[in-house]
């Protein structure tokens, strides 16, 4: 059988989603604990990885097993076995072939700002106190949207065969005291969101008009961009997947 497993989590404490040699994962401490469940050794395959500090609402990973454990078991034992940081949302069955990387259709991102201090929010969201034209920065972000080439807000050293992505989201709104960068697409290379919030930024302070976010996007050069903002304002919002891959 495979599962398909909804994740939450805080990762300020760790390296990352994605297994590594000499460092601390979300994946390895949900992989430790499935296995410990299992009595046998279990790999989960994640839709994508997020960055040191990045936080997730909804990761998605699917695994295999033979269990005769009924799904909701499944979930309540991880819940237990997990950290406090890391919760499963949700453990449903998926078709034998279905992936949760190579079958996800949409991505979403969210990056939080708040503009004054709030010891609450430390960790958790980027304290940025400039002054912001909010309205302009709509604007650029408007110039993202559809199928381009982002290699300007792509990290440099990065193994992918293209840089092109299709944006069908791309939106600031602010949630109570909040401002809110709302993206969402079919793909996401590394770093991407975090470079676009840093150039979008500069144009709310009015450092870059939005034709020149436009001649940066048209570069194709990560030298052009605004600078990466820190990870802990940045969550992985939603994946979706087709119903059909549902058991």
């Not at 805080?10 to 460092?23: E, F, I, L």
Request: a negative charge.
């Amino acid at each position: 059988m495979r599962c398909f497993l909804e994740i939450a989590y805080n990762g300020s404490h760790y390296h990352g989603w994605q297994r590594q040699a000499n460092a601390h994962t979300v994946q390895e401490e949900i992989e430790q604990a499935l296995s410990r469940m299992m009595g046998q050794p279990v790999d989960i395959t994640g839709s994508g990885r997020t960055d040191t500090g990045v936080h997730a609402k909804q990761q998605v990973a699917h695994f295999d097993t033979d269990s005769s454990l009924a799904l909701e078991q499944i979930q309540y034992k991880l819940n237990a076995m997990l950290p406090p940081d890391i919760a499963i949302s949700a453990c449903r069955e998926v078709k034998s072939e279905a992936h949760a990387r190579f079958d996800a259709q949409e991505r979403g991102y969210h990056y939080y700002i708040h503009q004054k201090k709030d010891p609450f929010l430390d960790g958790q969201s980027y304290y940025f106190s400039q002054s912001l034209h909010v309205e302009l920065m709509n604007i650029a972000a408007e110039k993202l949207l559809g199928r381009q080439d982002f290699e300007s807000f792509s990290r440099v050293k990065t193994e992918v065969n293209n840089f092109i992505c299709e944006i069908f989201t791309a939106k600031w709104f602010w949630e109570n005291d909040q401002l809110v960068f709302n993206v969402r697409a079919n793909r996401f290379l590394r770093g991407m969101v975090r470079a676009l919030v840093g150039t979008l930024l500069e144009v709310g302070r009015e450092k870059l008009t939005v034709e020149d976010f436009v001649s940066i996007i048209a570069a194709k050069d990560r030298t052009k961009a605004g600078r990466a903002v820190p990870p802990h304002g940045l969550y992985l919002s939603e994946v979706q997947y087709l119903e059909d891959i549902y058991c």
